[in-house]
C-alpha cells in the first residue's frame, strides 16, 4: 500500500467542476495559482524550474473520492452515447483518482520555505492536491508522430457573442482578461455530450471565480447573456456535467 502526501494544491478559477476545460491547454487564459506547502516550496527545491516554459502537475481528482470507477465510460467527443474501456480514457473516475496535465510556468514566488507558482492553461478544480510537479520536456514529452486515436484533432470552437449588457460587465470587473477567459471556456462548448437542451432558449449557467456567467447556445453560437457577482449556489442539474469527463 503507497500513501502520498500532497506537497500543494491549486487555487483556480474554476470553484465547480462544470466549465472547466476537459483538458489542460485548451483554455491558455485560465490561470491559477499552485501553491507549495512547507517544506516542499523550499528555495533548493526549486532551483533551476525558472527555465522552463512549462510543467507537468500530477494532482488528485479529490471531488471524485466517493464515486466508483467502471470500466467503461461515455466521453464527450464521442457523443456521450458511446462507451470505451476507462484506460482508453482521461476521466476523473478511475481506479486511483490521479491526473496528469501539462500547464504553462508563468512566474516563482518564494516565501520561506513555501512558494506560489503562477500557471497558465490549467484544468483544474479549486482547491486540487498536488502529489508532484515536473519539468516538460519538448524533446522527450512533445511526441510528433503520436497516434490520438478517436481523439486526434483538436475539438471545434464555437464563436461566441456578448450581449451589451455582459460586455460591460465584463470591462467594469476590473480584470483586463475577463472576456478572454469566458470566451475561451465557453468556445469548447462545457455543456454535456447529450444534454437533449443542447440548441435553442435553455440557458446554462457556470461560476468563474466568484462570478455567475449565464449564457445560451442556439445555431452553433453561444450567446453571454450576463456576467455578475455569484449570490446563490448553481442548482445541480446546471453545476455538474452529467457524462464523464473528456478523454
Not at 514529452?141 to 461566441?160: C, H, K
Not at 456567467?213 to 453545476?239: E, F, I, N
Request: with cysteine; net charge neutral; hydrophobic share 40%.
Amino acid at each position: 500500500m503507497y500513501r502520498f502526501e500532497p506537497i500543494g494544491r491549486i487555487r483556480s478559477c474554476f470553484p465547480q467542476k462544470f466549465g472547466i476545460p476537459r483538458q489542460a491547454g485548451l483554455v491558455p487564459q485560465a490561470t491559477a495559482v499552485l501553491e507549495l506547502f512547507a517544506p516542499f516550496g523550499r528555495a533548493e527545491a526549486l532551483a533551476g524550474l525558472e527555465t522552463f516554459s512549462h510543467l507537468w502537475v500530477v494532482f488528485v481528482f479529490h471531488a471524485h473520492l466517493d464515486r466508483p470507477w467502471h470500466p467503461t465510460v461515455r466521453p464527450p467527443r464521442l457523443g456521450g452515447n458511446r462507451r470505451i474501456g476507462l484506460f482508453a480514457s482521461r476521466s476523473a473516475f478511475r481506479p486511483n483518482p490521479i491526473g496528469i496535465s501539462a500547464v504553462r510556468l508563468d512566474r516563482i514566488r518564494q516565501d520561506g520555505d513555501r512558494a506560489e507558482i503562477d500557471i497558465g492553461g490549467g484544468d483544474f478544480l479549486d482547491g486540487t492536491p498536488v502529489l508532484d510537479i515536473k519539468p516538460y520536456l519538448p524533446y522527450a514529452d512533445a511526441i510528433t508522430e503520436a497516434a490520438g486515436g478517436f481523439a486526434a484533432d483538436p475539438p471545434l470552437l464555437l464563436p461566441v457573442d456578448f450581449a451589451p449588457e455582459a460586455e460591460t460587465a465584463c470591462r467594469q470587473s476590473g480584470d483586463a482578461g475577463l472576456k478572454a477567459l469566458i470566451t475561451g471556456v465557453l468556445a469548447n462548448d462545457p455543456r454535456p455530450a447529450y444534454d437533449a437542451r443542447r440548441d435553442g432558449d435553455a440557458v446554462f449557467g457556470m461560476r468563474i471565480c466568484d462570478l455567475e456567467v449565464k449564457w445560451r447556445v442556439h445555431q452553433g453560437r453561444v450567446a453571454v447573456l450576463s456576467v455578475a457577482p455569484a449570490t446563490r449556489d448553481l442548482p445541480p442539474s446546471a453545476a455538474l456535467p452529467t457524462t464523464d469527463p473528456e478523454p
